[in-house]
């Protein structure tokens, strides 16, 4: 986000742009925000795996599970693993 920022304030053209483009950015922000998933996935491992930072808060912990959770119950990895044997 900071550089998204920093990008919009570098110019007045880009100034005016974010003008608009912020207003419908803002409700994504919270998809961009580390706490709200707790971690990435790790793929080429036989099942779900998240990784989280060495500092991850209860938060972020809480999240991992949930993402984890979604994506065994999802079946992530069979539906990967179809997408790349095609």
Do not use: F, W
């Not at 005016?16 to 706490?35: F, K, R, W």
């Not at 938060?59 to 993402?67: D, F, Y």
């Amino acid at each position: 986000m900071g550089i998204l920022g920093s990008a919009i304030g570098s110019s007045p053209e880009t100034k005016a742009a974010g003008d608009v483009l912020i207003p419908a950015l803002l409700p994504y922000a919270a998809n961009m925000d580390p706490e709200a998933t707790g971690g990435a996935m790790l793929l080429g491992v036989e099942g779900v795996c998240i990784i989280s930072h060495g500092s991850s808060s209860a938060k972020a912990i809480v999240n991992a599970v949930s993402v984890a959770h979604e994506m065994a119950e999802g079946d992530l990895v069979g539906h990967v693993r179809a997408a790349v044997s095609q």
